[in-house]
């Protein structure tokens, strides 16, 4: 056995200590970051460093490292706020690398130091496209683009799938505009808005006498789509025994309406939409496996926005032109601290969502800059504290300062001192107290 070899007296057990800390750090966690409270990089894991192509240098800014000087850096921004925060940016050595990296922060109690977690993103720097009314930068819209230019031709049935306001009907629209029925119609019905029977009688139509009201013969979507294309939105709603009649629509290519007799042969593509897994639905019995496999003959997938981040002021940016078509408006340029908003967010309502928030902004200010107080307060807000940091920050540069000194010293005098309890009373997380108090001199 070689005997080991003596450690040489000139490492610094400090150093020792960074590396093996950063080492754990890559174990749990991957590419990350710890910094101090000076946003000074204290640990990096291996991970960070080869997501970063480069050593990390300890001690060194992070917000030098991860934003450079560029113009716009909400990251950096966030971080000196003492914001916890989340962006895609680019990746800081451009020269080496195209793409970008998403990276979160995580206060670390009390200290003031934070965790930065990095990752990779796949694709998000690709160039914005516009496809059917559709923009994205994301490379599986794109893909998705593809699939549908390639499918569009064909009468093979499109599943979408994807949460609302994702572009499900977009892309409905897309597959018609690009096949030949495109001079045919196009309908589109809403399977969750109605119930069994009516959704029946919506669907095939109904003949004269078939319920009390069936005062003529009347044609429904199916019949009405002839040619064209029916969009069957929110598919997985249809009721079990309507299922089986859409079956066998597909299967026969006929309808036979409510109350009659003879089927009626129809000519018409089918592409349906849902924001469940069919699979799942399938699995507890509430659809049936046969008409799965009819309908999502090619299965399309929208990712969420919050999925696909580099979109969201791609989207903005648009919406904004389309909105500054309407007059009422003209924005020219998004306030940093509200395009910082708009990213953060976690837009559970999609593109509408979006759509509907910039309507909003567009509604409440003025003047030619999407500022973050135009945003509605869900938008503007992490937590309730920390967006009051930020609106409130321009007023305590302007001399704010002594009014809320006092009432940090009045909470930390009512509690004895206890911070929790303190930060409770000024409706603060224990973080944004500490930081306020870090800024007053108190801590
Ligand atoms: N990629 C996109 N680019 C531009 N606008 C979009 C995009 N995706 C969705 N939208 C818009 O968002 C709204 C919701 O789209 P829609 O197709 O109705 O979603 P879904 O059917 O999934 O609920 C519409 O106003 C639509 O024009
Ligand atoms: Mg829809």
């Not at 429904?220 to 089986?244: C, S």
């Not at 018409?268 to 699995?283: G, Q």
């Not at 909470?411 to 206890?418: D, F, K, S, V, Y």
Request: with cysteine; proline share 7%; charged share 25%.
């Amino acid at each position: 056995m070689a005997p080991r070899a003596p450690r040489t007296p000139r490492v610094d057990p400090a150093d020792v200590d960074r590396e093996l800390a950063g080492a754990a750090l890559g174990e749990l966690v991957g590419a990350a970051l710890v910094l101090d409270e000076q946003l000074r990089i204290r640990v990096a894991s291996p991970a960070a460093a080869a997501l970063l192509g480069s050593e990390v240098p300890l001690g060194a800014s992070a917000a030098t490292l991860l934003c450079g000087d560029r113009p716009k850096r909400p990251f950096a921004e966030a971080l000196a706020a003492g914001l916890p925060f989340q962006a895609v940016i680019p990746h800081p050595s451009m020269t080496t690398h195209a793409g970008q990296v998403r990276a979160r922060s995580v206060p670390l109690a009390e200290g003031g130091g934070w965790l930065v977690f990095l990752a990779a993103v796949e694709g998000g720097d690709g160039e914005p496209v516009l496809f059917h009314r559709m923009w994205t930068r994301d490379a599986r819209m794109k893909e998705t683009f593809r699939i549908i230019e390639k499918v569009a031709a064909e009468d093979v049935t499109v599943l979408v799938r994807g949460e609302t306001g994702t572009g499900k009907e977009l892309v409905a629209h897309a597959l018609h505009a690009l096949s030949p029925r495109r001079a045919g119609p196009f309908r589109a019905i809403n399977c969750a808005a109605l119930p069994g029977p009516l959704l029946e009688s919506e669907l095939f139509g109904h003949v004269k006498g078939a319920f009390t009201g069936a005062v003529k013969d009347t044609p429904g979507h199916v019949e009405l789509a002839h040619g064209g294309t029916l969009f069957l939105d929110e598919v997985a709603e249809v009721p079990l025994e309507l299922q089986a009649k859409l079956l066998r629509m597909l299967e026969s290519r006929t309808i036979v309406p409510v109350g009659g007799r003879d089927p009626i042969p129809v000519d018409v593509r089918i592409v349906s939409a849902t924001h469940r897994a069919l699979r799942d639905e399938v699995e507890a019995g509430r659809f049936r496996a046969d008409l799965m496999y009819r309908l999502r003959v090619i299965p399309v997938r929208l990712p969420a926005l919050r999925e696909r981040p580099a979109d969201i002021l791609l989207l903005a940016d648009k919406l904004i032109v389309e909105l500054n078509a309407r007059g009422r408006r003209q924005i020219t340029g998004i306030a940093p601290s509200a395009g910082a908003a708009l990213e953060r967010h976690e837009w559970p309502g999609n593109v509408r969502e979006l759509r509907n928030v910039l309507a909003y902004a567009f509604a409440i200010g003025d003047g030619p800059t999407l500022e973050l107080r135009d945003l509605p307060p869900e938008i503007a807000a992490i937590e309730p504290a920390s967006a009051e940091v930020v609106v409130a920050s321009a007023e305590a540069a302007r001399g704010d300062e002594s009014s809320e000194l006092q009432r940090i010293r009045e909470a930390l005098a009512r509690t004895g001192g206890n911070r929790d309890r303190a930060a409770k009373l000024l409706g603060w997380s224990r973080v944004t107290l500490w930081r306020r108090m870090r800024t007053h001199g108190l801590a």
